[in-house]
Every structure is written in C-alpha cells, then in structure tokens.
C-alpha cells in the first residue's frame, strides 16, 4: 500500500520515517555547501511543534 500524503507516511512509519528524512536532508545540505568550518542540523517538526526527527552535530 503506498502513502497518499506525508502525514499518511509519518502515521505509517513514525519516527523512522521521520530520521531518515533528517539524514537525507542533512547529506544533501553538506554536499551542496560543503565547507569545512561550517556544521549543520536538519530537525523534521511536526505540526505541533514537536522534534520527530533530527540530525547533525
């Protein structure tokens, strides 16, 4: 069964969903700007507000 939408997803898969679109985000951050001083953090939030993901340093 395929996810219509991304709350249907999340609903399905929770919180490792959730993580591997931090880790996706933050790889395609550091690759686009690549740049040895800077670090970076990507946090997937939900509509309350609430951390459901996250990485980086």
Not at 33 to 48: I, K, Q, S
Request: without cysteine.
């Amino acid at each position: 069964a395929q996810a219509n939408t991304v709350l249907e997803a999340y609903e399905r898969h929770g919180a490792l969903l959730a993580q591997a679109v931090a880790e996706q985000a933050l790889a395609a951050v550091e690759a686009r700007f690549a740049h040895p001083e800077m670090r970076y953090d990507v946090l997937v939030v939900d509509r309350d507000g609430t951390i459901v993901g996250e990485a980086g340093t």
